[in-house]
């Protein structure tokens, strides 16, 4: 306990530089917790908006359905199973049938995928309401961002076309009865949504599905010949080994920025041992041993930790707490390369503070013990009178 006591006295003793450097370390400190928090948000903000408006709880694929291979999307249908048309007609499924085709728009043509699916179907987010069948003219549910690619408004007109079932080109005039808003863009860009039933009609496709969107929550035990049953996880496999990347990348800023802050410790700790070399001979003198010397001024490096975790808390939490309220505008949307809302909420989980807090503290001391070895080869005559060490 009297090394403690003899730590802090020196660390007051020192001034505004401890000061100083406890401030710098928790500048490290909370831009760590900060970063990792708004990849953590980030992440899930992504992940739900994606199992809201596309993933669910899972698709039924057609066995010739790759969304990676648009040349094989023409014949990648089949006609929906007797299993799969149960969970339609109960509302825990919602069938969706892809095909390719394009889009003319103010002089402009713009490959796209017209997707038809039920209107007012509740297995996900997105506003099918509109799709009124009954139209005489089709209607067709729009992004924003698509919407501003073809350069149209709601009650504007667009031809659609698209090849039928036996591969004949075909076209109609399209009204847009609704553009939404969504962070996912692979909902949004590229994409024609259409009502099933006109779609079916028009291409001679009846009853025919490329993928089929389960309700979230839903267990699948149903094995269905010729579909293939894909879970969240893998659906959702892509945009998390994107995150994983951003984490990576930022993981490299936070170690470079908390390098600097454990160099800052270090000089303070070599410039401290080479100031106070008479103090360390005065100290061994009197009966002191060359380990508790070492631990003295091993205990002072940890004080710096436990300062910068203490400053850290003193505005961090205020910064955290007001930005998990109000979240982070981001202007640029989707810019990251996956979904984005406008605003980023982070997210701190306890272990990340108490991780990050740890390690502050283990690497605060072990930097702080670093120099100090030093003091083990020191002869008290030598430090008396003032000899380098």
Known sequence: MTLFKLAWR??????????????????????????????????????????????????????????????????????????????????????????PGSVYSRGRMLPVQIKGIIPGQKVLSLPTQPLDDTLEEMPVLLGARMAKSAGVDVDDYITVQWRDALGAFDAREAKVVKIMATSVGTVDEGQVWVPLGRLWELTGLKNRATVITVKKGFTNDIVVPG???????????????????????????????????????????????????????????????????????????????????VLGAIYGIPLFAYLNANGIAMPGGSSWGFALEERLYPAYSSGLVVGTTLLVLVAATFVSWLPTRRIARLKPTDALRGKSL
């Open 227 to 309: 579909w293939t049953f894909r879970p969240p996880e893998f659906l959702l496999r892509d945009l998390r080994q994107m995150v994983k990347m951003k984490t990576v990348g930022q993981s490299i800023f936070f170690i470079v920025l908390f390098l600097l802050a454990m160099l800052a410790i270090f000089d303070t700790q070599v410039f401290s041992i080479f100031r106070r070399k008479r103090e360390i001979g005065m100290l061994i003198a009197l009966g002191m041993t060359r380990a508790q010397v070492i631990f003295l001024f091993t205990i002072e490096g940890a004080f710096y930790g436990v300062l910068a975790a």
């Open 10 to 99: 020196n660390l007051r003793g020192a001034g505004i530089r401890t000061w100083l450097n406890s401030f710098a370390l928790s500048l490290a400190f909370v831009a760590i917790i900060f970063g990792q928090g708004l990849l953590q948000g980030v992440n899930r903000q992504a992940e739900n908006a994606s199992i809201q408006f596309e993933v669910g709880g899972g698709q039924f694929w057609q066995k010739d359905y790759d969304p990676y291979d648009p040349l094989t999307l023409q014949d990648a249908h089949s006609e929906i199973p007797e299993e799969l048309k149960k969970l339609i007609a109960n509302g825990v499924a919602v069938p969706i049938l892809i095909i």
